[in-house]
Antibody
Framework: EVQLVESGGGLVQPGRSLKLSCLASGFTFSNYGMNWIRQAPGKGLEWVAS????????YYADTVKGRFTISRDNAKNTLYLQMTSLRSEDTALYYC????????????WGQGVMVTVSS | DIVMTQGVLPNPVPSGESASITCRSS???????????LNWFLQRPGQSPQLLTY???TRASGVSDRFSGSGSGTYFTLKISRVRAEDAGVYYC?????????FGSGTKLEIK
């Protein structure tokens, strides 16, 4: 069974940093591209970043470029999101999701981890 | 960036009726391989989004055939036949034609 489990969220002050993790199981992690998507309270979905299977290709939303870094460790089956210079508008539920090779269908999602940026 | 614009449903929809959700993109989502890179998701209350269709009209594994996607390069429709209570939630379209990936703002479906 495919599982994606996020961790590392919490309450953090503006300007500080936080690192999210997404532990994958039930599939060959190194064969799939991965993504972070966030959802502010009561709002819609916002794509944050994507990374290819071998980390050769990385893309960011303009709203996080220069502040967030997506990475992965295929030996540990883990996806990361390093978040720095956090702002109140980064407050959201952060999901990791796998995308299918070829179709880019985001076919499996984690349960999400909450990040609250507040003083 | 490609802007995705979703329509509004006349809620609530009576159980057993059909519902059509629309989505428009600011640029064609047809790639040079001829495929249309448009995903549909359902997010039920309190749950993570679930992929319904990809390549505009291909149903994801395990998705009921009551869900069908169609459209052109810039205008898309997700039709839900014989709606049930379990279909309630917010539906999102997403383009994966290019980066940055972008979602529509969501369309809420309520069932009567």
């Amino acid at each position: 069974e495919v599982q994606l489990v996020e961790s590392g969220g919490g309450l953090v002050q503006p300007g500080r940093s936080l690192k999210l993790s997404c532990l994958a199981s039930g599939f060959t992690f190194s064969n799939y591209g991965m993504n972070w998507i966030r959802q502010a309270p009561g709002k819609g979905l916002e794509w944050v970043a994507s990374i290819s299977s071998s980390s050769s290709y990385i893309y960011y939303a303009d709203t996080v470029k220069g502040r967030f870094t997506i990475s992965r460790d295929n030996a540990k089956n883990t996806l990361y999101l390093q978040m720095t210079s956090l702002r109140s508008e980064d407050t959201a539920l952060y999901y990791c999701a796998r995308h299918d090779v070829g179709s880019y269908g985001f076919d499996y999602w984690g349960q999400g981890v909450m990040v609250t940026v507040s003083s | 960036d490609i802007v995705m614009t979703q329509g509004v449903l006349p809620n609530p929809v009576p159980s057993g009726e059909s519902a059509s959700i629309t989505c428009r993109s600011s640029k064609s989502l047809v790639y040079k391989d001829g495929k249309t890179y448009l995903n549909w998701f359902l997010q039920r209350p309190g749950q993570s989004p679930q992929l319904l269709t990809y390549w505009m009209s291909t149903r994801a594994s395990g998705v009921s055939d009551r869900f069908s996607g169609s459209g052109s390069g810039t205008y898309f429709t997700l039709k839900i036949s014989r709606v049930r209570a379990e279909d309630a939630g917010v539906y999102y379209c997403q383009q994966v034609r290019e980066y940055p990936r972008t979602f529509g703002s969501g369309t809420k479906l309520e069932i009567k």
